[in-house]
């Protein structure tokens, strides 16, 4: 008899064996990375469940090498202007009569971004980068709030190349043009497309949006308006 080796069935085992740790490794991998989407929603909750790796203001959601320097200034691996982070106090989108003071959002019990409590008031995501800063602010309204229009009742009417003004509180404001709009089933909410790392000052714009669930007492959809930093308007 040969000595000195495993056996075959050994050898086959040992192999599965692998396999089924890679395959574990990787799905942790991409649910740390990518998180998941909430499907059950309160009332009129505008915003899918960021990932848990969800970029904070700190780190202003950069990929490897593409930091920008302390005071705002584009760095090797970054396109467009920057601003140095500062929180926002107040959004302004002339195409649809917007003008409301911010608010900050966390995130709730269940893990779900928390919401404006009013029709008017804007949320800032604050685990996100303050708008200007290199990565992707993230901003939500409600689309209405008992009965009447909340601040972004008309978000899915915003076309391409639209201005969203946010003044923000060293006395700045950072200009955005409206790049594309989506709408998305809430089950299906693309946390890498909104939450994600990007290479320029972003900015996202976050309502409800589509049929009206009346069982769920909730809309269908999510309507993201994405944008990207035009220039800085200073005092």
Not at 49 to 59: D, F, N, Q, S
Not at 171 to 178: E, I, L, Y
């Amino acid at each position: 008899m040969a000595t000195g080796g495993p056996s075959t069935p050994a050898r086959r085992r040992r192999g599965r064996d692998r396999l089924v740790a890679a395959v574990a490794a990787l799905t942790l991998t991409a649910v740390v990375v990518f998180g998941v989407a909430a499907v059950r929603r309160p009332s009129q909750r505008p915003a899918a469940r960021p990932p848990a790796t969800a970029p904070t203001a700190g780190a202003a959601g950069t990929a490897p090498g593409a930091a920008a320097a302390p005071d705002g200034r584009p760095g090797e691996l970054t396109s467009g202007p920057l601003m140095a982070s500062s929180p926002p106090v107040r959004v302004s989108i002339p195409a649809l009569r917007v003008d409301a003071a911010t608010v900050p959002l966390g995130l709730g019990a269940d893990g779900a971004m928390q919401v404006p409590q009013n029709g008017t008031d804007i949320g800032w995501y604050t685990r996100a980068p303050a708008p200007g800063a290199l990565g992707p602010a993230v901003l939500a309204a409600h689309v209405d709030w008992k009965g009447r229009p909340g601040s972004f009742h008309d978000l899915a009417d915003l076309t391409p190349g639209a201005v969203v003004d946010v003044a923000r509180a060293d006395g700045s404001t950072a200009v955005f043009a409206v790049t594309r709009i989506e709408r998305h089933p809430k089950d299906d909410f693309p946390s890498a497309a909104v939450y994600g790392p990007t290479d320029h000052a972003a900015l996202r714009l976050i309502t409800c949006g589509g049929d009206f669930d009346a069982a769920r007492r909730s809309y269908r959809d999510n309507v993201i308006v994405y944008a990207r930093l035009a220039h800085a308007r200073e005092g």
